[in-house]
């Protein structure tokens, strides 16, 4: 049987910024998708994409800004709202069509001479030892074959289908669980409103008390009339009143009359990333890594990045000739460095919010204790001025245990540093880093719940 260099399976951003990276460096690449080829790219989405994710693809791969009519609008801030009060929050992007933005990158892989198998699905990993040798993927009509890869990148989003295959006996440094309570559910329209909107230029994000924790509705400009607006909570949170529902009642305070355009409902990963994402022949990138922010969801712009790195790997572990587990390793290194780190401080960040509750966060806006200087000393890891320090301290009277709350915070941010600093440098040391890592992580993710 013909052994290709690169099999990916699922065309989503991750994939197929993986294959144009692949075949920009000589490689033979098959990508693979279950739906049909005037499907790829469509994504029920808030369609937010950070312009810092498509400069960098630009650079490193030269792929040109979305453009034309694959940008439906532009933003130039980001707003979280609690209790009526906002954090604004600096950030440039675009609001893009997914499916055209999705469409024009399958194009341009497709000229590199990539090969895209469309209506075929990957079902499972197929192994040789442990090593992963390819796929095994089925058609339309439910015919099965194996294709034999030296590389195998899973792309395949939430579902994870090959990563989720693997025997943890035989690939014990990746995880293949799944927990419902990674995951959030979400619904979303795109709405025209009768005047100028008011959040021109803006995704705005608000958090309250009728949704439950972990989640937000959000408003995204999509045009000077036109909005994406729509709910998220984590899954494993029922509700009694719906997804729909709850958004529709929200909307109520905004808009009463609004024209729905389209509407749909789909699956985001809420997780700090896999610690591990290869194996010996295997990639895994974008959300099958959970390489979405765990606190706003957005995961377009880092299952960009995550296909580019993906596909730089195994690129230059082919040109050696050599793609065990070893080989792979630093693709861990760049996904902690690029924004796997930043995850892990927002995943700690919303666990200190399903402590204190909503009622705890309206507290810390209304006081304004945190701002967005604060929220951005947190994220960027920096430590606390003692003026600001000072601040929430006078603020906080007479609840001082929110100070503790933050302090905790912060010494928690601090711990997931040094581990961060310390992470392996080849697979040899994984284990035992891991066992401490998910130790610290499982103590502030149990607590909680
Ligand atoms: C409601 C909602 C709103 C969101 N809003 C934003 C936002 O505003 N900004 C942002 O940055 N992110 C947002 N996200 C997240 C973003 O959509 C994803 O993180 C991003 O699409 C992940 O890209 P991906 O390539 O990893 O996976 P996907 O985009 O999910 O692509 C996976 C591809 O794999 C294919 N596939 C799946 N299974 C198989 C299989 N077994 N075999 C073959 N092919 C398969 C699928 O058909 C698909 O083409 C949102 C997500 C949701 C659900």
Redesign the pocket.
């Known amino acids: 049987m013909d052994e290709l260099d690169v099999l990916i399976?699922?065309?989503?951003?991750?994939?197929?910024i993986s294959a144009i990276t692949c075949a920009k460096m000589g490689l033979e690449v098959l990508l693979?998708?279950?739906?049909s080829f005037d499907?790829?790219?469509k994504?029920?989405?808030?369609?937010?994409?950070?312009k810092s994710f498509t400069s960098f693809l630009e650079k490193e791969v030269g792929i040109i800004q979305p453009h034309g009519s694959e940008v439906s609008d532009t933003f130039e801030s980001m707003v979280l709202r609690a209790a009526g009060v906002d954090i604004p929050f600096e950030g440039q992007g675009f609001m893009v069509d997914?499916f055209l933005y999705g469409q024009r990158l399958l194009k341009e892989a497709i000229d590199l001479g990539v090969n895209v198998r469309v209506e075929?699905?990957?079902?499972k990993a197929q192994v040789d030892g442990n090593c992963v040798i390819g796929a095994i993927?089925e058609e339309k009509n439910g015919s099965q074959y194996f294709i034999k890869a030296k590389i195998t990148i899973d792309?395949?989003?939430?579902?994870c289908?090959?990563r989720k295959t693997l025997s943890q006996n035989l690939f014990p440094n990746i995880e293949t669980r799944i927990n419902k309570s990674d995951f959030a559910g979400?619904?979303?329209e795109i709405i025209r409103v009768n005047e100028d909107h008011l959040f021109q230029k803006k995704?705005f994000l608000e958090f309250r008390r009728d949704i439950p924790i972990g989640g937000y509705f959000w408003i995204?400009t999509k045009g000077k009339r036109m909005l994406?607006v729509?709910i998220?909570w984590p899954m494993n949170i029922n509700s009694q009143k719906g997804m729909k529902k709850h958004l529709w009642d929200i909307l109520e305070d905004y808009y009463s009359d609004y024209e729905v355009l389209e509407r749909g409902?789909?699956?985001?990963?809420m997780r700090y990333p896999l610690m591990n994402a290869v194996a010996s022949g295997f990639i895994v990138?974008?959300?099958?890594a959970f390489?979405?922010n765990p606190f706003s969801?957005?995961?377009?712009?880092?299952?960009l990045v995550?296909?580019y790195y993906a596909g730089k790997t195994a690129a230059d572990a082919i040109n050696k000739g050599n793609f065990v587990e070893d080989q792979l390793w630093k693709y861990n290194h760049n996904i902690l460095k690029h924004f796997g780190g930043i995850h892990i401080r927002y995943q700690l960040i919303l666990e200190m919010l399903r402590k204190i509750q909503i009622t705890g966060l309206e507290f810390l806006l209304k006081r304004s204790i945190l701002t967005e200087e604060l929220m951005k000393q947190i994220v960027d890891g920096e430590s606390i001025n003692i003026l600001s320090k000072l601040r929430i301290v006078w603020r906080s009277f007479p609840y001082y245990g929110i100070i503790f709350k933050l302090r905790k915070l912060q010494k928690q941010i601090y711990l997931f540093e040094k581990l961060l600093q310390s992470y392996p440098k080849n697979p040899t040391g994984f284990p035992h880093w891991n066992a401490q890592f998910n130790k610290n992580m499982n103590l502030i993710r149990d607590s909680s719940s």
């Open positions: 399976i699922g065309a989503g951003p991750a994939g197929v693979v998708d279950s739906k499907q790829i790219g994504k029920v989405c808030g369609d937010g994409l950070f997914r075929t699905k990957g079902i993927v792309s395949s989003g939430h579902n289908q090959i979400s619904y979303r995704l995204f994406n729509g998220g409902g789909h699956t985001v990963p990138a974008g959300d099958a390489h979405a969801a957005e995961g377009h712009g880092p299952a995550a296909g």
